[in-house]
């Protein structure tokens, strides 16, 4: 079992620049990978970003090339750093954990780009 939880959230302008952490306690080295998810007011939850425990990364679309997920196995963390924010990018992030069929959550960290 695993527990993860989120930070690192908050209100930034356009054009700047967060990092999201999600830190997992509980059985690290059986996560088969980890990942961020977003939901946005009114619309479904949808993939930002995955790591498997081997270091491969996937992105969604929306985001490729402005963010960039990592993961640090000392620390049981896994990192979003999201570089030139847009309103639309505004919503709650979820971090992810997938250990064999089996998906836990976080409880979300709210993300809101502004002026």
């Known amino acids: 079992q695993v527990e993860l939880v989120e930070s690192g959230g908050g209100l930034v302008q356009p054009g700047g620049s967060l990092r999201l952490s999600c830190a997992a306690s509980?059985?690290?080295?059986?996560?088969?990978?980890m990942g961020w998810f977003r939901q946005a007011p009114g619309k479904q939850r949808e993939l930002v970003a995955d790591?498997?425990?081997?270091?491969?990364?996937n992105y969604g679309d929306s985001v490729k090339g402005r963010f960039t997920i990592s993961r640090d196995n000392a620390k049981n963390t896994v990192y979003l750093h999201m570089n030139s924010l847009k309103p639309e990018d505004t919503a709650v992030y979820y971090c992810?954990?997938?250990?064999?069929?089996?998906?836990?959550w976080g409880q979300g960290t709210q993300v809101t780009v502004s002026s």
């Open positions: 992810n954990a997938v250990i064999l069929i089996r998906s836990y």
């Open positions: 509980g059985n690290w080295f059986s996560i088969n990978a």
């Open positions: 790591i498997t425990s081997g270091g491969l990364t």
